[in-house]
């Protein structure tokens, strides 16, 4: 059986999507799509075995021919699309985030739980890197004890003009929100945000930061943001438990020796270390989809990352400690 | 346009690229199948939507939903079946060996070149490795000066029972013989295979050895292959160049610290080694079957690999250097 | 010429450093001694060729056969002997720390300012590490441009029982502190600490401790403290700058090859990793003092460590940001 | 007690042990030198604090300030020297080559047997490097299992115009004769050397080389000599075992990223990766002849090297295989 998704939204990461859908993975096919810019939508089509062009998200969810909706448009129409596609009793993959505003990913959680069974994925893709699962791999194996840190570096080469110091929480380190709660099974608490001497290659912007999360069992997170940083996209990690420690991997394919070096590769791009894991996110979406389960983030995972974004934003303007306060989980999620 | 697959033998490696074709990759579909064991290619089939079961591979071969052949059964019956699609029309994958001997691989050469265009792809996956193309692409960037040397290492915990030493060559080492013809662009044309002390843990098996290959240009290749060495499948490289050389990275997702100890992960098996390199392999396959082309390891590649590998055999026995002896290499393999 | 040394405290520190003049580096001997315990000095002076036993500091400073005074004796007694080595304007290399308060360390500063030439030398061995100094040099060069942050670890595999959580900071981070003043080439102007999920294999004890330390530039250092992680004695360090980054290299002869492992040796205990910087350290300021200069850490070294400390140590009970508050830096110190 | 040591050949060489046993090892002291060149000898001599100079080398042997004698001069004169200082009862410390013939080799053993305690010691310095000290401790605690193989590398970034084939021998590759005798504990029986593609670089040199080497027990040893790579001075060895290997660790302090790399250093030349293995080589030769003993490469080792060198001269000239004929050896060496 084919799981026939619509795609909201076809940019540069729709599209991508669309690509991986239809040309890497198994069991999938693509058989609508909209855009707020309706004639890119109608060239992606052309591209299409056979998709419908719609011209609303919510028509697109109520295409028949849709098994799966996949939202890729601007961050503020995701909470529409959502709550159409669970309105509709549709699986729906949300790239983050989930919604812009706390309150309005309360709203889907809200709708999902009164529809009774999970419906909503967003897109935080490190939970399907190889890295990571081998990592917390370890971490639950017991092998380093019980883990009591972490430190983790996100660093890109370069950021646009329009990046603003709040992005290095809401877009960047964001990765970092999901991944910790995944890592350690268990709610961010409390956020500080550290500001170290200024990197003058962004000019005005305040890079690199020190993020600190507290855990609720008490761990501590360490991230470095420096999106500046030229050399490459180097996304690090190690868990220090009781016993021992555990860290990501260099991702090198190959080991140069010359000029009195040895030498790996740090990645370029975010494309070129975790394509992979983008594949497997989707591919275990559309099996899930296919065999009635969906199983990734959820929208819950997506309202902590909001909630804890906001108080990361709230700590790096006041300078102070920022707590956590989150709703009651539903049952839905545990 | 979904590329129909005929699998000619279900065994444990049939099975592994059904699942392959069926579950990972994108635009492939298995509509036939046969085997040596009809019972088990009934059984094979019924896990499939839609698939014809075949008393044999001719029959399965011409089987009009059948767009493209696999060949995953024993290799005495290779030639047979690589013939049969061949004189269908029909692209056909091969699992290594092309067949059991120089001659059989000729006939298949001369079926190919018959036809005109190349229809026969042979299963060795490792220039699909994210790795080995790593590498090769250092080596062709001109990075290292030309190439002059390459150092081998194939490892595996253990061999079965029946393994004899000149598996080390024919089952083992002919990957190495594959890919350095590929690194390096150009063939082998001598061999010797010296012999050091046992490993006692192989009992009567004259294991390791060390091969070493000559190239047309002079560059000479050493590999060691080991294959009861217990500690792990370990898959490494190295060539040196005049200014510089370029080796395999490892194969580790992650560093563990425990124990007086900092340590990365050795694959247990070639399963969690290449299996990305397998998914590529097939994908790329298919990709060209659909666009009408066939771009990887050739019947002129299966036969070299032959005659490498029966030299270096002949090395073993005879404790002396060996000569690669080649027919003409067809225009349609340039 | 020879540099004659008279050692004031002969327990583990001092016989090793006794061990280190007298059979490991050039240009030094051992002509006098002296301890608490005046038997134990007696025993050590019997296995020397020639060396005077004294029953106090202050005569040991005396003795016309001494050219330099080494301090290893019990903490609270240093400020005695090193103002005694002063006031008979002998170099005297004091074992950390230089002092055990501020004020005391303030005097020590004020005698040698009167005597109006450097004499002391305080045992911050980091700086005489190879690796460290590998790590300087590359930041010094630029090649990752101005340093903006540094990630530290210093791991124990475990502490004794009387160990408290402020001695992570005075006998354990106190390395950190010097060296990262030594790295960054300028101070310390405040602290904090926070405590992480507690180790359970401690006890009671808070540990680990995750450090912050802001330098005058702005630039951020964060150090974790575990004390109990039993897998090895593992101190790291990486410099992040606004282009790249340097970090210490692995300490480790030799890569092993068993189990699904391939590992690298972490070492068991500070000796293990520090002690050629040990050899170093003693073998430069021996070559000092013959040449006349004492180039190593300072009295205003000791000093600025002691402030830092207690800055931390406050921090820690308070939980809140500490600054450092230093006296006016005598231009003897430049 | 002082080692006083006469030096033969004040060279680069000399020079430089001059500077170790008297500013960097304990327990020696420099009382007498001669040279071929004695203006030479006289100007060193002048910078030291009580040394006599002597016209010749017999002379410099019985001087009776000198307690040992170390050989620094030119190849062909060590035989005389050694001789002479066998015939005076007194240690002595020849630089590789002990003497450039077997038979010279010989005449050595002879007389150090007839005097009837071991007082020879040839130049061999990799015994002392940590590294290779650590791989042979892994490889002696039988954690690998037996050893089968060894895979060496032996990389200079360039040699001088009159460098010719075989000097990669004679002058490079016995650093990995003399190692693998020590690693291994057993003869070299046969070897070989086989001619890849040479490196364009070195214009008409034969470079590099693979050398091969078989073990008495059967172990086979491979070493690649490069002597024009360009990219730095790389020495690398692997022991392959039964269940494992173990490798040389990388010699490198330092890991910085910058421009898409994560890179370590590969040394310059010898001094930076070996010059801390010559220290303790003459620390202990020193520490041995006060306490009455020579335990570092013999006279025997000396002679298994010229053997070795010679039969792989030949093998390099004839391309065959050529077997290794050492004399009986005498109990001393046992």
Known sequence: MTVNVGVIGVGMIGKDHIRRLTTVLAGAGVTAVTDVNLDEAKKVAEGLPNANVHSTGEELVNDDSVDAVLVCSWGPTHEEYVL???AAGKPVFCEKPLATTQEACLRIIEAEVAFGRRLVQVGYMRRYDSYYRALK???????IG??????????????PGHYTREMAITDTAVHEI???RWMFGEEIVATRVLKPRK???????EDPLLLIFEM???ALIDVETSVNIRYGYDIRGEVVGETGTAALGEFSPVTV???????????????????SAYDVEFQE???????????GPSSWDGYAAAVVSDAAVEALRSGNRSTVELAEKPALYA
């Open 84 to 86: 159409a596609a669970v």
């Open 137 to 143: 791999s370890v971490v639950d194996s017991g092998d």
């Open 146 to 159: 019980a883990p009591l840190l972490m430190h983790c570096t996100h660093r890109n080469p370069s950021v």
């Open 178 to 180: 999901d991944m910790v």
């Open 199 to 205: 990197n003058s290659l962004g000019g005005e912007l």
């Open 216 to 218: 609720s069992s008490g």
């Open 257 to 275: 020796r010359t000029n009195n070096r040895f030498a790996g590769r740090v990645p370029e791009d975010w494309r070129e270390r975790f394509i």
């Open 285 to 295: 979406w559309i099996d899930g989809v296919r065999d009635g389960g969906t199983y």
